[in-house]
């Protein structure tokens, strides 16, 4: 297995490539379990987001929730949202997105965001594509998306979207042909 160094501030790790198909492998980052690791980029995060007026953050699932527990605490923020990938039997009047990638508040949480200036973060953005879904659901309960975060940028892109994106770096994509 080959591996794409990373490196932020005095911590290193190993990322292996992975294939996503048709010639196209990318360092595969995943925070989940490495508490040292979303320490560190909690606290830069934080740096990055100090000019941005928000109420709180809302992120999809899974790997990117330890982060917005993290920044959330270390910002005094009282709670997160978390955009869930499918309906559970807990949630109360959800709130569906109708766009791929599907995504769904709880209708608590929906209720939570009305008002709210909100930042999106992921882990890893590489079209965009679910944080416009976020974007999407959030306003559509009354919230406003006032930015959006991400750990890495995943490939080269100019665009406004990406141009714009609050984040640490970017993480390489390697084509084969």
Not at 119 to 145: C, H, P
Not at 149 to 165: I, S
């Amino acid at each position: 297995m080959n591996y794409y160094l990373l490196k932020i501030g005095t911590i290193e790790r190993k990322l292996p490539i992975v294939s996503l198909g048709r010639g196209i492998k990318v360092a595969s980052f995943n925070l989940l379990g490495d508490s040292e690791m979303v320490e560190k980029i909690a606290l830069l995060m934080v740096k990055k987001l100090a000019k941005t007026d928000f109420d709180l953050l809302v992120g999809p699932e899974v790997k990117v929730v330890p982060l917005l527990h993290e920044i959330t605490r270390i910002l005094g923020k009282k709670r997160y949202v978390v955009c869930r990938k499918n309906i559970h039997g807990y949630m109360v009047s959800p709130v569906i997105s109708y766009h791929k990638p599907g995504l769904i508040l709880d209708g608590n949480d929906a209720a939570f965001l009305k008002g709210k200036n909100v930042v999106v973060i992921d882990d890893v953005v590489s079209s965009g594509l679910t944080m416009r879904v976020a974007d999407e659901l959030i306003e559509s309960v009354g919230g406003k998306v006032v930015a959006h975060a991400a750990v890495f940028k995943q490939g080269e892109r100019n665009d406004d979207f990406f141009n714009n994106l609050i984040c640490l770096g970017t993480l390489p994509v390697f084509k084969s042909s």
